[in-house]
T-cell receptor, first 115, second 114 residues
């Protein structure tokens, strides 16, 4: 079965500093991987997705993630944090089984941006 | 604009009552999902439906029920059998295109049991 591990339930960075949110996955087949962002009391919004086309994936709001098969990782980065980046971030892997599509989510990382 | 709507945004329930959370989508998606979100636990799958009149239990289906009579609608009922229903509930649907699939989410319903 596929699984996702997000290291660090809380991450704090200074405004303008590098953001690095970690995600490791477990999958027996080439995975489809996703990062979502959630603001308080809202639904999840897709930041970016990996679908095997390119290992470095660029998303919205200046975020990007690199798929590293050897490390089974899909870490999310942003060169310079902005106050508006404060939110919770979820990594997810998709699973397809006999025409059924399911997602497995990590437990989330709450990003705090310090002024 | 296409999207997923959930209502109500906030819902309060007394112990022992059943409540129904609404989820509607106009994206023409076939598959729809219900998740429960608790602090520090991520999203857990309650039920999902791939087509009309068919649905499957997810990881935490006990105390919940669903129906899928129309493609656009996937209501979730939280029954009195659910022992700890206070949570944030998210509805989602999936677009399947070109061999990959992207999940879209509604804005959520926060249920509080008084």
């Amino acid at each position: 079965a596929q699984s996702v591990t997000q290291l660090g339930s809380h991450v704090s960075v200074s405004e303008g500093a590098l953001v690095l949110l970690r995600c490791n996955y477990s999958s027996s087949v080439p995975p489809y991987l996703f990062w979502y962002v959630q603001y308080p009391n809202q639904g999840l919004q897709l930041l970016l997705k990996y679908t095997s086309a390119a290992t470095l994936v660029k998303g919205i709001n200046g975020f990007e993630a690199e798929f590293k098969k050897s490390e089974t990782s899909f870490h999310l980065t942003k060169p310079s944090a902005h106050m508006s980046d404060a939110a919770e971030y979820f990594c997810a892997v998709s699973e397809r089984n006999s025409g059924t599509y399911k997602y497995i989510f990590g437990t989330g990382t709450r990003l705090k941006v310090l002024a | 604009d296409g999207g997923i709507t959930q209502s109500p945004k906030y819902l309060f329930r007394k112990e022992g009552q059943n409540v129904t959370l609404s989820c509607e989508q106009n994206l023409n998606h076939d598959a729809m999902y219900w998740y429960r979100q608790d602090p520090g636990q991520g999203l857990r799958l309650i039920y999902y439906s791939q087509i009309v009149n068919d649905f499957q239990k997810g990881d935490i289906a006990e105390g919940y029920s669903v129906s899928r009579e129309k493609k656009e609608s996937f209501p979730l009922t939280v029954t009195s059998a659910q022992k700890n229903p206070t949570a944030f509930y998210l509805c989602a649907s999936i677009r399947v295109a070109g061999g990959w699939y992207e999940q879209f989410f509604g804005p959520g319903t926060r249920l509080t049991v008084l």
